[in-house]
């Protein structure tokens, strides 16, 4: 089973809400990851949590706060958000390797609109 | 700045016709991967290439990892509709889960 699950599906939200993105695996990976895909554009990276600790914060907004409440899971949180921030949030697993063959899997992702 | 440029950015062909598109780097890197990507989807991954010079093949995908591994190529031979789509090359040359994505090639298939 290679699925990482994400809800919801779709999400549309005012500057003012505070709303949350889910992700989950069930691969026994201990990397997760979200990036943030704009239309047309690859995705870019924007936190990475290596054994549920942040390793990685690609100078990302405080808007956007990252938690992983334990290895299979990992949250988005998305408080007072701006509509450039609209975009398709993509989760990804991986398992690191000792030969760094670690493969990232997706999930199929949040289409945020911020309005 | 470690970068990954795609070629072609865009390519329009008939069905049954070949192609190959490019991902070049200069920097060298453990292992690469290639995905798919559908509108509003996530990547779908097609391969990992690991060993500089190897060649996996997938159906009509033929994908190589340059000798240096710094550079990969996807083949497809005789292109089929359902081959539209978004296609993706991306890896951490850093060792620190710092992935990066190829600039993406656009590939539209014609009946």
């Known amino acids: 089973d290679t699925e990482v699950t994400q809800t919801p599906k779709h999400l549309v939200m005012g500057m003012t809400n505070k709303k949350s993105l889910k992700c989950e695996q069930h691969?026994?990976?201990?990397?997760m990851y979200w990036y943030k895909q704009k239309a047309k554009k690859p995705p870019e990276l924007m936190f990475v949590y290596s054994y549920e600790k942040l390793s990685i914060n690609e100078s990302v907004p405080s808007r956007f706060s990252p938690e992983c409440p334990n290895s299979s899971l990992l949250n988005l949180h998305l408080h007072a958000l701006q509509p450039e921030d609209s975009a398709l949030y993509l989760c990804a697993s991986s398992q690191p390797g000792q030969r760094r063959t670690d493969t990232q899997y997706f999930g199929p992702g949040t289409r945020l609109t911020v309005l | 700045t470690q970068l990954l440029e795609q070629s072609p950015q865009f390519l329009s062909i008939q069905e049954g016709e070949n192609l190959t598109v490019y991902c070049n780097s200069s920097s060298v890197f453990s292992s690469l991967q290639w995905y798919r990507q559908e509108p509003g989807e996530g990547p779908v991954l097609l391969v990992t290439v690991v060993t500089g010079g190897e060649v996996k093949k997938l159906k009509r995908l033929t994908f190589q990892f340059g000798d240096a591994r710094k550079d990969s190529s996807l083949h497809i031979t005789a292109a089929q509709p359902g081959d539209t789509g978004l296609y993706l090359c991306?890896?951490?040359?850093?060792?620190?889960?710092?992935?990066?994505f190829g600039t993406g090639t656009r590939l539209k298939v014609l009946a």
């Open positions: 991306a890896g951490d040359a850093s060792g620190t889960y710092k992935y990066i």
């Open positions: 691969m026994g990976h201990r990397a």
